[in-house]
């Protein structure tokens, strides 16, 4: 059951965010009520590439793909943000974990790892025991289609992953977009006008 005390805190903690122990090893939980759209953390970290997270064995997905071969060596906080198929957060500009829905104090904060993913590499089996649950996490381009819209009409995944899609639906390379054209992007597919169904994200406000 979710308390609203603290526990066990190690590592890091600020006004917003503490590390504790939880059913996955360590995640970071809410110390405070968190509203939708707030920054909680920016994920920070030298740079590796890809060769480099492979000789990390299990510790491989503790990195955050950035680029086809560009991954943060991810820090405090953010190397204790857990993945969860339904997320109650999102990486937005590359680096900027917000809040995708008002969050209670004392709720673990989850990404999906997903939006971040596109090596054709790296799996995970998954545990974040949500009714939405894939059971295995992998590349972005694995996802149903309806869970990808979702997240590129929100601008929730990496700009190298969505130069790639850009590319596709055009048939070709595609140009370099920035960060501002994603909503543009697919909306010019007829993508983000399509209503969501329902169950696509199951347990996520908003969706």
Same mark, same amino acid.
């Given at each position: ?123 995970? +089996?998954? $545990? ?10 992998? &590349?972005? /381009? !694995?996802?149903? @289609? ?17 130069? +790639?899609? $850009? ?10 977009? &920035?960060? /501002? !054209?994603?909503? @543009? ?23």
């Amino acid at each position: 059951m979710m308390t609203n005390e603290p526990r066990h805190e190690t590592t890091y903690s600020n006004e917003a965010l503490y590390v504790a122990q939880c059913e996955l090893g360590r995640g970071v939980f809410a110390r405070r009520a968190i509203r939708r759209e707030e920054i909680l953390l920016a994920f920070g970290g030298p740079l590796i590439d890809f060769a480099e997270t492979k000789r990390r064995g299990t510790l491989e997905c503790m990195a955050i793909q950035v680029g086809s071969d560009q991954y943060i060596d991810t820090q405090a906080p953010g190397v204790f943000v857990n993945h969860s198929c339904a997320p109650n957060a999102g990486i937005r500009n590359d680096w900027e974990l917000i809040a995708l829905r008002d969050i209670p104090q004392g709720e673990e904060i989850r990404f999906d790892y997903s939006t971040t993913m596109d090596e054709k590499s790296f799996t995970m +089996r998954c $545990r974040c025991g949500t009714p939405s649950c894939r059971q295995v996490v992998t &590349d972005f /381009a !694995e996802l149903p @289609a309806a869970v990808q819209e979702f997240y590129v009409c929100r601008g929730l995944v990496m700009s190298f992953i969505v130069r +790639r899609l $850009r590319g596709l639906w055009a048939g070709g390379p595609g140009r370099s977009v &920035d960060l /501002a !054209e994603r909503t @543009a992007l697919i909306s010019a597919h007829g993508r983000c006008g399509q209503e969501m169904r329902p169950t696509a994200l199951s347990g996520l406000s908003g969706s």
